[in-house]
């Protein structure tokens, strides 16, 4: 008898899902020996190499670790599948090395230690799981350097940016409390070390005096003590003035006379008002110089090389003076 189409097309439908079942069997089959078989692997015992980080602690009183100490060591294990998967995945906390303890039947040359890794299996031992052996540590030789600590006493360097509202300033040079600190370190660090500094503190629009604490900036591998200042800031208002100062003459020869005009300059400044009256002409200095005239040309500029501190916005009127030279025989 001869089948239509629908009925073999019903037949190869049933074929199809017979043969689905036999290959979801043998996937689940194949996953079910291959977790057994991982499973056995893993509970085996197998030899490898694990990294393993380390902190030095408990240096000699007044010493500290110096030079470039291993922050992990190989070691070569021997355990369970299960546990050394675990140190090939995860991360654990350092193995901590007593320096003080491992020195002590170690001889020393120039503040050098050279220790065998292999006297330290006990150590490492300990503070590792006790279901894995170390047999061996690399490297096998550990070097340890101690330096000397020093102290000695800084001042304190401001660093500091302030704005301030307008008409104010500062009264008084920013100063801190204590103005010098003490720092301990290494003797080689802070034989470079002439100040500690303060770190950068921003006051905006600042309209009246403060004091606050603030940071210092620790140098590597040093104490500071204290960690911390009291910075003073004083404001005041701020007035102009206005003064006549003499101009003076750089490098002119003996026998050359010049004459300027005008020989007095209108100085403009702004100044605080606590120091409005001490603030002279005299502590101004105005000059122009010989060997800046060109010729063809009747003017000088003028230079300010002095000016007391805490004075701002300082102008001249003129800004350049003309000359005469007289030269006489």
């Known amino acids: 008898m001869i089948k239509n189409f629908s009925e073999i097309s019903g037949d190869f439908e049933i074929e199809k899902l017979r043969n689905n079942k036999r290959v979801a069997v043998f996937l689940i089959c194949l996953l079910i020996s291959t977790v057994l078989w991982f499973l056995n692997a893993l509970s085996k015992d197998y030899t490898t190499s694990v990294s393993y980080p380390a902190k030095f602690i408990n240096p000699p009183k007044n010493q500290f670790l110096g030079g470039d100490a291993p922050a992990e060591f190989n070691l070569t294990v021997k355990g369970k599948g299960f546990t050394l998967l675990q140190y090939k995945l995860l991360t654990f906390s350092p193995v901590e090395i007593d320096i003080s303890e491992i020195i002590q039947k170690t001889e020393q040359s120039s503040g050098t230690y050279k220790i065998l890794t292999r006297n ?16 061996e540590i690399k490297p096998e030789l550990l070097e340890i350097v101690l330096d000397s600590l020093s102290t000695k006493i800084v001042p304190v360097e401001i660093d500091l940016s302030v704005e301030f509202v307008s008409q104010m300033h500062l009264k008084n040079k920013v100063t801190t409390n204590p103005d010098k600190v003490e720092i301990t ?22 309209n009246a005096s403060i004091q606050h604490e603030i940071d210092l900036i ?14 003073n800031i004083e404001v005041e208002k701020y007035t102009e003035k206005e003064l006549k100062v003499p101009v003076e003459i750089f490098n002119k020869p003996d026998n050359v006379q010049l004459k300027l005009f005008p020989s007095e300059i209108k100085l403009f400044c702004s100044v605080g008002l606590s120091r409005f009256d001490s603030v002279k002409a005299s502590d101004f200095g105005i000059a122009v110089d010989y060997n800046s005239i060109i010729n063809d040309v009747n003017s000088l500029g003028l230079t ?21 030279i007289e030269t006489s025989n």
């Not at 300010?304 to 005469?324: A, D, G, M, S, W």
Request: charged residues 20%.
């Open 304 to 324: 300010i090389f002095k000016q007391p501190k805490l004075v701002l916005n300082i102008r001249l009127n003129p800004e350049k003076v003309e000359f005469l």
């Open 185 to 206: 370190g290494p003797s080689i660090i802070l034989e470079n070390i002439t100040a500690v500094k303060t770190k950068v503190n921003i006051t905006n629009k600042l």
């Open 120 to 135: 330290l299996i006990t150590e490492f031992s300990g503070q590792i799981n006790s279901d894995i052996i170390i047999s």
């Open 218 to 231: 620790h140098p590597e591998k040093t104490t500071i003590v204290p960690e911390k200042v009291s910075i």
